[in-house]
């Protein structure tokens, strides 16, 4: 059963890990270079290859305080091509309080390309020099949208972070179905209700034109977290929970195969990535495993 506390845990961690989350992030763009629109690809890519070795930390609490990861980039990925879609002359409206749309008004319809980033990992803030990107930020969190709210670098006029319980079934997003480009999830869907799961890639799903990717990195199973719990931390098979009250789920290929193919989504990528996490404090390595993968809406027929 979902925790009545979940917002209180998530809020917490927030306040708590507030600094860690405006941090240098090119690792997601080596990865995931449908993040970058196509005009960006050449800029991105030098850029990355002056910071060829990363450090960057890991998101998730329960590795404690002082634990970095020495990251060697074992996924190489190709982006996509995407079509530039013609700008619609619509004006930007929204009603804050339950964030109410209409299929031609809302935040970012001018814009060529977008993208949702569910529950921020500070992309939001890289792509601000290009003109025809706008990004979308949500999380459970009010304390996580409220930190991207007061960065500095926040632009509302090309970024829009708003609150959202994936689960919440009769709650809308403030966007139209078929209109984002990429939806990215990094350490997300593992904090859902396994029994949630389905539905919410299911809704997230028909926000993605056709050709739109949903692109997702998480933990797999096995991974050094899973093995760390004590017992009575597993609430149900593989998944547990932290000392802070956040839960977590630990996920097979396959697992995650059957969520977005269900949702009706065709595999780009779906591979497992296992790396060497160093910390240096206590002198100790650990072995990670997170499951990356690509899914892509299909494509109109041409008699559609």
């Known amino acids: 059963m979902p925790s009545i506390n979940a917002h209180k845990y998530w809020n917490d961690f927030y306040k708590i890990h507030e600094n860690g989350f405006f941090k240098d992030r090119h690792w997601l763009f080596t990865e995931f270079p449908e993040l970058a629109p196509s005009q960006n690809q ?3 890519k030098d850029s990355f290859l002056e910071n060829k070795s990363e450090v960057s ?3 998730n609490n329960e590795d404690g305080p002082g ?3 020495e990251e060697q980039h074992k996924c190489s990925s190709k982006s996509l091509e995407y079509k530039t879609q013609t700008p619609m002359e619509e004006n930007v409206t929204q009603k804050i309080s339950d964030l109410e749309i209409c ?3 809302f935040p970012g319809s001018s814009a060529t390309y977008r993208i949702l980033e569910v529950t921020f990992y500070s992309i939001i803030f890289v792509h601000m020099s290009d003109p025809g990107l706008f990004v979308y930020c949500c999380d459970f969190s009010s304390t996580a949208i409220e930190l991207v709210q007061t960065n500095s670098e926040y632009d509302p006029s090309r970024c829009f972070a708003f609150v959202h319980d994936l689960c919440d079934e009769e709650k ?4 139209p179905k078929g209109s984002l480009d990429i939806i990215i999830l990094i350490f997300v869907l593992s904090a859902i209700v396994p029994d949630k799961m389905q539905e919410a890639i299911n809704r997230l799903s028909r926000l993605l034109k056709p050709g739109g990717m949903m692109l997702l990195r998480d933990y797999g199973r096995y991974d050094m977290a899973q093995l760390r719990f004590k017992k009575g931390q ?3 098979g593989n998944f547990y929970v932290r000392g ?3 839960r977590v789920y630990f996920f097979t290929q396959e697992e995650l195969d059957t969520l977005f193919t269900t949702a009706g989504l065709e595999k780009v990528q779906n591979l497992v990535d296992r790396r060497l996490q160093v910390n240096r404090g206590k002198q100790l390595t650990m072995y990670r495993v997170w499951i990356q993968c690509k899914y892509c809406k299909p494509l109109l027929s041409s008699t559609s």
């Open 234 to 236: 597993c609430l149900s």
């Open 42 to 44: 050449n800029h991105l």
């Open 172 to 175: 809308s997003y403030p966007v």
């Open 57 to 59: 930390e890991c998101r």
């Open 103 to 105: 299929a031609d008004e």
């Open 244 to 246: 802070d009250g956040t």
């Open 67 to 69: 634990l970095i990861m």
